[in-house]
């Protein structure tokens, strides 16, 4: 799943939501902080991870999804706790930053 911040138009969306084995997030037009103040509630910017809230991230996902689309969601965050991919609280899922491939596009 990969999670676009675009700075320019102010919006979080997601792409590639079948993909529940790699969570990246691709910064458009944005700073660090910039990212941030888009995220807002659903996360932030940290040097080169972001932080995502986990029950944001899944309503992320357009509908209809796949029936076992929850399901997978669910083993992929209980994964990512396991490997200490989540903060203290269990609420933040950690995700690597991509370079914006939006250049070409």
């Known amino acids: 799943m990969k999670v676009i911040v675009d700075g320019a138009a102010g919006t979080v969306r997601a792409e590639d939501v079948d993909n529940l084995d790699d969570l990246s997030v691709e910064l458009r037009d ?10 807002g509630t659903f996360g932030r910017v940290e040097g080169e991870h972001a932080w995502l809230d ?3 991230l899944h309503t992320l996902a357009p509908t209809p999804r796949s029936c076992s689309w929850d399901e997978r969601f669910a083993k992929a965050m209980a994964y990512a706790r396991s490997n200490g991919w989540t903060d203290e609280t269990g609420k933040l899922v950690q995700a690597h930053i991509e370079p914006s491939n939006a250049e070409a596009r």
């Open 54 to 56: 986990i029950e944001s």
């Open 30 to 39: 944005a700073s660090a902080a910039r990212a941030t103040a888009v995220l």
